[in-house]
């Protein structure tokens, strides 16, 4: 039982498609992230949600939009995809800041390897 | 401009000896510090976390030491396993950042027998 499923793992497309990922977790909590690790390595976050409400936007193109249709779904959907767009994108979950609790435990998928050619 | 630096991209230590993770922070706003591990096609793990009132965090073989004037802070593991061998990513965040994580590029830890 895979706590955070994210498909499909793999997905090589072409310069100018549309394409979408998708995200599941199943450990009830309310906060769900989009996280890109490009070439150098780096995990930066795109998008943040909090019960189906957008909370943070990293200044990502506007071709990239999630969506999130209740609390236990996260997609992704990229429009026009670019040759930069090869990343491994991660999905994760967390459970809410909680007055003095912070513990800032996310817990990730195992990533979707985007190959733009 | 990266808020958070793993200058070694790599390091290799002989199984039973400890080893030593660094990572660096610019930013003197994060209150709380965590540790992922990463295995090839898996997703990061959460191994352990320190908040900025505290400078040591123990969870077995994991040691995390925060040195806040310095903006530093480094991942113990003692005694060193085969299993050990992965991707570190050093992460930091603030209670004022809506949860958003910032993480560095990642150490890759090679134990050998």
């Known amino acids: 039982d895979t706590a955070v499923s994210q498909t499909p793992k793999y997905l090589v497309t072409q310069m100018g498609n549309d394409k979408s990922i998708k995200c599941e977790q199943n450990l009830g909590h309310d906060t769900m992230y989009w996280y890109k690790q490009d070439s150098k390595k780096f995990l930066k976050i795109m998008f943040s949600y909090n019960n189906k409400e957008l909370i943070i936007n990293e200044t990502v193109p506007n071709r990239f939009s999630p969506k999130s249709p209740d609390k236990a779904h996260l997609n992704l959907h990229i429009n026009s995809l670019e040759l930069g767009d090869s990343a491994v994108y991660f999905c994760?979950?967390?459970?809410?800041?909680?007055?003095?609790?912070?513990?800032?435990?996310?817990?990730f998928g195992e990533g979707s390897r985007l190959t733009v050619l | 401009d990266q808020q958070v630096k793993q200058n070694s991209p790599s390091l290799s230590v002989q199984e039973g000896r400890i080893s030593i993770l660094n990572c660096d922070y610019t930013n003197s706003m994060f209150d709380y510090f965590l540790w992922y591990k990463k295995y090839p096609a898996e997703g990061p793990t959460f191994l352990i976390s320190?908040?900025?009132?505290?400078d040591k965090n123990e969870d077995g073989r994991f040691t995390v030491f925060l040195n806040k004037s310095a903006k530093h802070l480094s991942l113990h593991i003692v005694p060193s396993q085969p299993g050990d061998s992965a991707v570190y990513f050093c992460?930091?965040?603030?209670?004022?950042?809506?949860?958003?994580?910032?993480f560095g590029q990642g150490t890759r830890l090679t134990i050998n027998p």
């Open positions: 994760a979950s967390s459970l809410p800041t909680s007055g003095a609790v912070v513990t800032g435990e996310l817990f």
């Open positions: 992460a930091a965040g603030s209670i004022w950042g809506a949860q958003k994580l910032v």
């Open positions: 320190i908040s900025s009132i505290k």
